[in-house]
């Protein structure tokens, strides 16, 4: 998976550190951040996590024309031969969840910034819970900026299991 | 003003309430801004009658950013170096959190010098929701 091209723009997250309700101004407020000692506004940590936006196959975002695997009529729009065929959703029969992340920052990402990123497959695991088997799949996602520098390295751990779950046993 | 190495010790904490009583607002509020609209977060009835969970639940991610703060509001702004989570229990609406972080060792990294931290979050039950580490840059 190759996200191509995501402008970091100020209004994204602006709109990001109010979903994670952090009033620091360093993220909203160009004013006050150029008083600090960072010289202007920054993205909150994992702010990054945002690039699935321009991600234009990412598969946990509603696509013109094609169905939806939420409710609307029924209470999923995905047709039981499918069902279970995409990552990242849910059926009694198993659930894509995310068990672990991890960033590593080489530096700050600010508005203006246009970062494109690259996900390779990292290790594959599996393990027996309470309610039946788990499989543990890593993946390593570069963001370069446009001079090709590295600017954060996130680790992933997703799980699919095999009957909704409690988080305790992942 | 950042968090200074010669006045920072193994053990020194901080606690910070994240959220009381946790919204679906909030959780539909996050997918908007992540864009991670897996309706096991924004979509009661297929959480409940497709996926088989009691209600919808929170992004893990969602966990892992409002508990950054606790490490920013201490460290200072853009002071982190690596930032991990696992997530280990889900959150749901009408959950309370609260993250701690505590400090397990100062260190020298290329002559300048940082800290690492481990970090947890936990619910009004007092269960951990997520656990996590971070190192961060420190001044002298």
Not at chain 1, 70 to 75: M, N, Q
Not at chain 1, 140 to 155: F, M
């Amino acid at each position: 998976m190759t996200v191509e091209r995501f402008p970091v723009e100020e209004g994204a997250i602006l709109l990001f550190a109010r979903a994670v309700g952090d009033p620091n101004l360093v993220y909203s407020d160009a004013g006050y951040a150029a008083t600090t000692e960072v010289g202007g506004l920054i993205a909150p940590p994992t702010f990054i996590q945002s690039s699935a936006q321009f991600d234009p196959d990412y598969p946990l975002r509603p696509k013109l024309g094609q169905a939806w695997f939420g409710s609307g009529r029924t209470p999923t729009g995905r047709s039981a031969g499918t069902e279970g065929a995409s990552g990242g959703g849910g059926t009694k029969r198993g659930t894509g969840l995310h068990a672990e992340q991890e960033y590593e920052y080489h530096r700050l990402v600010r508005p203006g910034d246009v970062l494109r990123s690259e996900t390779r497959p990292g290790k594959r695991w599996e393990k027996q819970g309470r309610s039946g088997k788990l499989v543990f799949s890593e993946s390593i996602t570069e963001y370069r900026d446009e001079k090709g520098e590295l600017v954060v390295t996130a680790r992933s751990v997703g799980v699919i299991t095999e009957a909704p779950v409690s988080r305790e046993e992942s | 003003m950042a968090l200074q190495a010669a006045t920072t010790t193994v053990g020194d904490n901080r606690e910070m309430s994240l959220v009381e009583d946790l919204t679906r607002t909030q959780i539909v509020q996050y997918a908007g801004a992540s864009g991670d609209f897996n309706p096991l977060h924004t979509d009661e009835v297929y959480a409940k009658q497709v996926a088989g969970y009691p209600t919808v639940f929170a992004h893990g991610m969602l966990t892992m950013g409002m508990t950054a703060r606790v490490l920013t509001d201490w460290v200072g702004d853009g002071r982190l170096l690596r930032y991990g989570a696992r997530f280990i229990k889900q959150v749901w609406p009408g959950d309370t959190l609260t993250a701690r972080a505590e400090v397990t060792a100062v260190r020298e990294v290329d002559g300048q010098p940082v800290a690492d931290f481990t970090v947890v979050t936990r619910n009004q039950a007092d269960e951990a929701v997520l656990t996590g580490t971070a190192t961060a840059r420190l001044d002298p």
